[in-house]
Nanobody
Framework: QVQLVESGGGLVQPGGSLRRSCAAS????????MTWYRQAPGKERELVAL???????NYADSVKARSSISRDNANNTVYLQMNSLKPEDTAVYYC?????????????WGQGTQVTVSA
């Protein structure tokens, strides 16, 4: 059974940094795009960053200059480093894997980790 287990959320002061991890299991991690999303209270879930199987990355404009997504295929883990955090970064962050098996797509989500940016 596919599992995505996140860690690294918490409370951080404005201007601080946070690194989130997402450990994946039960699928060929190295073959798939991994994505981080977030959802702030009262807002729709939005894409934060993604990394392809070959390591190509893409970011939301709001985080592009201060974020870095990376992956460790040997340990089936994807990371999201965010610096210069702002109160508007406060949200629940979700790890996502979009997997296609025998032509059928499956969308898997981590449990979500709360990140609160506040003084």
């Amino acid at each position: 059974q596919v599992q995505l287990v996140e860690s690294g959320g918490g409370l951080v002061q404005p201007g601080g940094s946070l690194r989130r991890s997402c450990a994946a299991s039960a699928f060929t991690f190295s073959s798939y795009v991994m994505t981080w999303y977030r959802q702030a209270p009262g807002k729709e879930r939005e894409l934060v960053a993604l990394i392809s199987s070959t390591g190509r990355t893409n970011y939301a404009d709001s985080v592009k200059a201060r974020s870095s997504i990376s992956r460790d295929n040997a340990n089936n883990t994807v990371y999201l480093q965010m610096n210069s955090l702002k109160p508007e970064d406060t949200a629940v962050y979700y790890c996502n894997a979009y997997i296609v098996v025998a032509g059928t797509p499956y969308n898997y989500w981590g449990q979500g980790t709360q990140v609160t940016v506040s003084a």
